[in-house]
């Protein structure tokens, strides 16, 4: 069965912008530290439409449930790439590495007061090996062994070295709680995080409290409210009045927030793409030329200024630049459109040449308009046709496209980017709908690699391959931008922004 990492069913959902409107009126008395505690309104663009802990598929999903649940361990995101303990306060990997051995605190109790043991950790990752969602977060594994209440044993099909990282991203559910009622496990989830679940309104808020048993202490914000409002303009003006505290924001509102002195600006890089996606299935992107032809044909700084305001950096890449694999040696596609019209004639292509249409979903419809004129100038015509979102997703994952453009993040370790480029991924997030054998054997070969050298070896093989089949035209590297009233305290935003409010404080 294909699995899908977070975000992958929700590709137009990776960069978003989040809003809001007015904040709760009480104040609560605060865990450790005494005093009053203000409540936070985080905005976001979209309401959840499941509170599952492994079925979810959206960025605002992932930003709730990051809050209710714990992982076993978690990633540091000092950049060491380091695990730290979580829900596990100790782990060992067996000499084959075949096998993770977990040992769990048995201080960790859910929101509903029972005991976290190795029942509910086994469930939960047995729960995520049957997701087509975030399944590829447990990939490889076999078995999952619970010696005593609290060890976790967890035996792999073969090594996978990228095991580890995605352990830190399951969410650890109760198993009693989902046995008692699957209903209320999914509408009205009991995790072990910092916050736990009070209510939901469908369409327009959901609101967490500080859970006061937390075994890390109790959360300094006592409440948050994560606040639906779609519209840009009205998110930016709720920030500014102070209604909402904070938000995911798009470039097109920074010049007005910037001016703001009581609101910060952060940034947080991600490994997301913007891209331009070629059915390598149909004439003519059947012909590495004419791909090829598309990468020099677009002006890319351009296209960061108008689409982004500058607010990503450019890269031809499918491998963002911090991630692990990334070598400035790697080809870069630059902006030429006369080796593009070269490549064209040696492709067979007599231009003008109408390539159809770019179907997009309507979020993308400013990028198809500068990389329709970019392609018109070498001879290559589209129009554009804009899908409702879903309907858009359903064209896309069956193939029924020629060239498309949109956004899509591959978080975790740079394993996941054979979701994009290998043929079993095929109808999900291969998109290219690129199927190659070498290919393929590379990633199985990183997959089974626990050397860091010779990983980064076959990771320089795959990514010089897919550059010079030219399987994608990557665009650019968005940054993921935030806006908060400055009265709240925030450490950097951590890469991919995965905040955690745990972390934040009202000074």
Known sequence: MKKILVFLLAMCLVSSMTACSSPASNSNSSGEGGGASKPLVIAVDADVDTLHPSD?????????????????????QDGSGEPEPRIAESYEISSDNMSYTFH??????????????SADVKFSLEMYMASEYQGSYVTGLKSVETP?????????????????????????ASKDYYEKSAENFVNQPVGSGPYRFVSRNMGSNLTLEAYDK??????????????VIPDESTMAIALQTGDVQFASIQSASMTQLKADKNITIAEASTSGFSYISMNTEKAPFDNVKVRQAVNYAINRENLVQVCFDGEAEVNSNIC?????????????????PEKAKALLAEAGITTPYNLGEILVAERYSNLATVIQNDLRAVGLDVTIAVKEFNSYIGELTSGNYIITVLNMTLEGDTQMLEMA??????????????????????????????????????????LTKAQ????????????????????LQCPEIPFEGMYSVYDFKWK
């Open 421 to 462: 480029l290998t043929t079993d991924y095929i109808g999900t997030a291969n998109n290219a709908r690129y199927s190659d054998a070498v290919m393929d054997g590379l990633f199985q070969e990183a997959q089974a690699e626990t050397d860091t050298q010779k990983r980064l070896a076959i990771f320089d093989k795959i």
């Open 468 to 487: 010079e089949e030219a399987v994608y035209a990557v665009l650019a590297n968005p940054m993921e931008l935030y806006a908060y009233q400055s009265g």
């Open 148 to 172: 005593d209440e609290y060890t976790v044993v967890c035996r792999l099909e073969s090594p996978y070295s990228p095991f580890l990282l995605g352990v830190c991203s399951v969410h650890i």
């Open 214 to 227: 937390y075994y890390r202490g109790k959360a300094s914000i006592e409440k948050v409210t994560f606040e």
């Open 56 to 76: 979810y598929s959206t960025g605002v999903e992932s930003d709730v449930l990051r809050q209710i649940y714990d992982p076993l361990m978690y990633m540091e």
């Open 320 to 336: 963002a630049k911090s991630r692990f694999g990334y070598s400035d040696s790697q080809f870069q596609y630059t902006y030429d």
């Open 104 to 117: 769990l605190r048995k201080d960790v109790t859910f929101h509903d007061g029972t005991p976290l043991t």
